[in-house]
């Protein structure tokens, strides 16, 4: 099983927007059996609460359900993981702050994946913005976790499912 984990500060907008969307794409690849994923936070300000209803009624609008419990990062994620995907450069320095000095999870920034956008390091933080931004969220979210799952199943030469597709 491979095990990835999408951090974000809030835990309440772009991770679990990011771990839902993966998890549609998964599944829609036939792959539950051979990846999982989670979602969480460098802050403490939201533990326990649910996504932010903009993030949700976004994801709503894309058939994306999100159903998370907002977590904050912690040392052992460093061995769950395999992966630990940031989504902007403070999430980077947070997550680097207590890595051990033994953790087997590789750190990457989200934005790696963009197929549109080469060269941008950031997802931006919709927090503060419009709806408009939550929904540039999402597409840009879309693209990246795509491309990524595409990555993974190569770079761990995973086996598609015959009747499925990325
Ligand atoms: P996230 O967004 O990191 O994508 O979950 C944020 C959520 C909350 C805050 C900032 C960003 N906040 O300052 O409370």
Same mark, same amino acid.
């Given at each position: 099983m491979i095990n990835i984990l999408f951090v974000? +500060?809030?835990?309440?907008?772009?991770?679990?927007? &990011?771990?839902?969307l993966f998890k549609k794409q998964v599944a829609e690849a036939g792959m539950n059996d051979q990846i999982s994923c989670d979602s969480a936070g460098t802050a403490s300000f939201h *533990?326990? =609460? =649910?996504?932010?209803?903009?993030? #949700?009624?976004t994801a709503s609008s894309h058939g994306v359900k *999100?159903?998370?419990?907002?977590? =904050? !990062?912690?040392?052992?994620? !460093?061995?769950? !993981?395999?992966?630990?995907?940031v989504m902007d450069e403070s999430n980077f320095n947070n997550v680097m702050k207590? $890595?051990? +000095?033994?953790? $087997? &999870?590789?750190v990457i920034f989200m934005r790696?994946?963009?197929?549109? #956008? *080469?060269?941008?390091?950031e997802v931006p933080d919709p927090y503060y913005g419009t709806m408009e931004d939550f929904q540039t969220c999402y597409y840009i979210l879309e693209s990246c976790c795509r491309n990524f799952l595409k990555e993974i199943i190569e770079t761990k030469s995973l086996k598609l499912q015959s009747n499925h597709n990325v």
């Amino acid at each position: 099983m491979i095990n990835i984990l999408f951090v974000c +500060l809030g835990n309440i907008c772009r991770s679990p927007m &990011a771990e839902g969307l993966f998890k549609k794409q998964v599944a829609e690849a036939g792959m539950n059996d051979q990846i999982s994923c989670d979602s969480a936070g460098t802050a403490s300000f939201h *533990l326990g =609460q =649910q996504p932010d209803k903009r993030m #949700v009624s976004t994801a709503s609008s894309h058939g994306v359900k *999100l159903n998370h419990k907002a977590r =904050q !990062f912690n040392k052992a994620d !460093f061995n769950t !993981f395999d992966y630990i995907v940031v989504m902007d450069e403070s999430n980077f320095n947070n997550v680097m702050k207590i $890595k051990p +000095l033994k953790g $087997k &999870a590789k750190v990457i920034f989200m934005r790696n994946y963009d197929e549109y #956008v *080469l060269g941008v390091k950031e997802v931006p933080d919709p927090y503060y913005g419009t709806m408009e931004d939550f929904q540039t969220c999402y597409y840009i979210l879309e693209s990246c976790c795509r491309n990524f799952l595409k990555e993974i199943i190569e770079t761990k030469s995973l086996k598609l499912q015959s009747n499925h597709n990325v």
